[in-house]
Structures are given as structure tokens and as C-alpha cells.
């Protein structure tokens, strides 16, 4: 069975299910899972009852879909990604991307906890992206050349939608949140870096580093789903005072940044009519 079919299957067992017509989709990344409180919560499948979705190896990531509504906003929640570095491949980690964009989702909305290379960024912080750098080592669109996978060769100038990253700026604004912005870095890991790695990684424009995020809005680009993805700042990166980082602390500074992030996603997805 190839992709597309796939892709088509798991489409019409969720439809089957109640997700029926949702605008939003939402991508929920390390340590960041309270998005699901704001959500009017209709069903929740776990991805291990979903034709051809992969399991969440991660222990720290539920592994659930989420259906429901902010305020008349029907959405789409992943509670838990997928990772290059758990062993999937690119096109299993992007999968829910073209299930969701197939049940009718409009706006994809993206969030990761990230290493902050940028010495403005404090642990805590909210980066909206601006832009990234992939350096992982897989491509999702590789070897799926077919036309129901959109264009080939899609255009990459601007990633991340410029309508929905001022929705996230005005939402922020609103609630009283800072929101920065900067440039993203995609890592395959699963280690985190060396100093050696911090410094190369400013040098050639990077803000914040993690290891999810860019395939997924690589493929968005490609079916022309428009996308925008915030980052936690998990912890500081300067090179020259680098401290050990345990992931646990990562998952806590993730957990106490949580409540700021969902409040400015729930925010500009019920400007999304407006």
C-alpha cells in the first residue's frame, strides 16, 4: 500500500470517528501539553487505534489525537510527535500532517521545546519562528513524486505563514505575553550539543535549536497548509558558561511555560474567522 492510500485510509477511519470538518490543526511538542485544556474536547484516539500512525516512543508524550473546539473553532491536537531520532522515517513523522490537511484543516499551528543559542533568549521564553535551518539528515518528500503529494519541488522562501504569525503576535500582545521571534535550527539527535556545535550553530544564524518541527512544515509548504510554530526556550546554550542539562529540567522549564503558550495559541486560533 502506498502513502497516499495510507493517508486515505486513516482520513476516512477518523472521519468515520467524529473528527468531521476541523479548521485547526495543533502540533504539541516536549513538555507542552495543557493546549488540550483549552479544547472543548469531543473525542480523543490514541494513535496506537489510528491506521498507519506511528507510536510515541517518547515517555514524556501522550500520544493522542484530540478533537473538539476553541470557541467555534472545531481543531485537531496531536498530544505527541513523532521523531527522526525514535527511529521513524520522515514520511512516518509527517504523516499526520497530510491526514489532518485531508480531513479539511486549514491553519496548522506548531509548538517544540528549544535550546536557546540567541543570549536574549532566558529559559521560558516564547520564540514565534521566523524562519529555520534543517540539518537533520532526512527529507519527508523524498521518493514521493506522485502529483497527490503536491509539487515536487515546493518553494521554501517563506515557511511559516506571515497572516498566522501576526495572529500568534496580536494574541500575545493581547494576553500580556512576550513573544520573540527568531530563527530555528533542526538537529537530528537525540544528544543535545557540544559547545563546539553551540558555537557553529550561532555562527551560521541559528536562535534556538531542537530536533522536531521542520519536517513537518516542510510538507506543509509542499499541500499548501499554512503553518506557524512557536518554541519554548528549554535552556541557554552560551558555549563559553554551558552547564549540564539534564532532560527532566528541560520537561520542567517546558511544563512552567506551558500555560503562557496555550494561552496564545487558544488566542489567534479564535482570530482565525475574525
Known amino acids: 500500500m502506498d502513502h497516499a492510500q495510507q493517508v486515505q485510509e486513516a482520513t476516512t477511519y477518523l472521519k468515520n470517528a467524529g473528527f ?35 507510536e510515541a516512543t517518547v515517555e514524556f508524550h501522550a500520544g493522542k489525537l484530540i478533537y473538539g473546539s476553541i470557541g467555534k473553532i472545531k481543531v485537531i491536537a496531536m498530544q505527541g510527535r513523532f521523531h527522526y531520532y525514535e527511529g521513524y522515517t520522515m514520511q512516518q513523522i509527517t504523516f499526520p500532517v497530510r491526514v489532518m490537511h485531508a480531513l479539511g484543516v486549514k491553519h496548522l499551528f506548531l509548538s517544540n521545546a528549544a535550546g536557546g543559542i540567541n543570549a536574549d533568549y532566558k529559559k521560558g521564553d516564547l520564540v514565534l519562528i521566523d524562519d529555520h535551518i534543517n540539518l537533520q539528515t532526512g527529507n519527508p518528500l523524498t521518493g514521493l513524486n506522485k502529483p497527490e503529494y503536491g509539487p515536487r ?56 535549536v531542537g530536533m522536531s518541527t521542520v519536517p513537518e512544515v516542510i510538507v506543509a509548504n509542499q499541500i499548501g497548509l499554512p503553518c506557524a510554530a512557536v518554541s519554548v526556550i528549554t535552556d541557554e546554550c552560551d558555549p563559553d558558561n554551558l552547564q549540564p542539562v539534564d532532560i527532566s529540567e528541560i520537561i520542567a522549564v517546558a511544563g512552567m511555560a506551558d500555560g503562557k503558550l496555550s494561552k496564545v495559541f487558544a488566542s489567534a486560533i479564535g482570530m482565525i474567522a475574525l
Open 153 to 208: 519541488f515546493p518553494d521554501m522562501s517563506r515557511p511559516y505563514d506571515h497572516r498566522l504569525n501576526q495572529l500568534l503576535l496580536n494574541a500575545a500582545k493581547e494576553n500580556g505575553i512576550q513573544l520573540k521571534q527568531g530563527v530555528y535550527t533542526s538537529v537530528q539527535g537525540p544528544n543535545l550539543e557540544t559547545r563546539a556545535e553551540y558555537r557553529f550553530l550561532g555562527i551560521i544564524g541559528s536562535d534556538m
Open 20 to 54: 468531521d470538518a476541523p479548521i485547526a490543526g495543533i502540533v504539541l511538542g516536549t513538555g507542552l501539553g495543557k493546549m488540550v485544556e483549552q479544547v472543548n474536547i469531543e473525542y480523543s484516539i490514541p494513535y496506537t487505534e489510528i491506521p498507519h500512525f506511528p
